[in-house]
């Protein structure tokens, strides 16, 4: 997407065979690239949230492996890097699915071979990551058209959306900003309410900037404004991102969105997620039983960033020295309060059903697991 009128992804090869990405943790304050040279470097990367967001986590480990096989492409590095890489964030399933998307193309590969082999994949990866946002935002973009054409044209279409599932979270595009920008490109007015998200800020920081630089129209919101919005008729529909959904359709995202969701329900506003494929965890049912939730470092809890009138950054502290604090990095909803899922495969409920609707051919390999 566009950063001050031209285009730009969040993770890209370099000519001399680094990784460039967005060190995502200075914005909106700064725009500031990192090269990274080692699996090592990767895995800080994604740890420390420089990158972050599921598809882009899973690009992101992609390249990890690459760079680990340039190193050394034995199997001994192998099996490291991919430890090394998995231990990093547990919640997004895109993580696991990319290492094993290397793991097996390159396991079975003379050692001479798998560099450049590792390297070619991990380009696919990112490539197909924003074909399938692409895609998914063809599909959601029928959503925000109806409604605009329900309204016969008067207003624009208001949408919710909490953290960032824009294209900062994926190799461009986004998950749940692609229907919202593909609305934008067809001229469909659109307004966006950003939840701010907290601890990180993800919706205050990286959703707001990304809007702003593309130019979509958009209003920052604290998090728990959404009910009130949605009790006034202010909202169309929410649509937001998924780091993991079950086969059964229930979906973690950042903290706070089954309370959107929640709420969405009590007051008949449509509810959408948007992911893609890798974003489906077909071994699990159960989310809130069987998803593991990420619980971060406190401190994000007790202090938050900003910037100071003088330009400079800074964290200050707000809670009282001696108070716990806890760090819930995402929640579950269940696919009985999810109106729809977004794939770019098309629409569907989100249930087992709904799901092996557009995607058969797991059909058969559900039924022999
Ligand atoms: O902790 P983050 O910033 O990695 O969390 C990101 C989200 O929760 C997104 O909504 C999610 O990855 C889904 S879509 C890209």
Redesign the pocket.
Known sequence: MKVAGKPMRTIWAEPDGAVGIIDQTLLPHQLATVRLETPEAAAHAIRA?LV????L?GATAAYGMALAMRRDASDTALDAASALLLATRPT?VNLRWAIEEMGTLLRPLPQGERAAAAWRRAGEIAEEDVALNRAMGRHGRKLIEAVWLREAKRRPVEVLTH???GWL??VDW???LAPIYAAHEAGIPVHVWVDETRP?N?GASLTAWELLQHGVPHTVIVDNAGGHLMQHGRVDLCI????RTTAAGDVA??IGTYLKALAAKDNGVPFHVALPSPTIDWSIEDGVRDIPIEERDPGEVTEIAGRLPDGGTARVRLVPEGSAAANY??DVTPARLVTGLITERGLCAASREGLLSLFPERRARLAGE
Not at 52 to 55: C, L
Not at 240 to 243: E, I, S
Request: charged share 15%; hydrophobic share 35%.
């Open positions: 949230m972050r967001g599921a598809p986590i997004a953290c960032n599932a979270a994926t986004g998950t749940a990180r993800q937001t991102g998924t780091d995202n950042k990095a995402f």
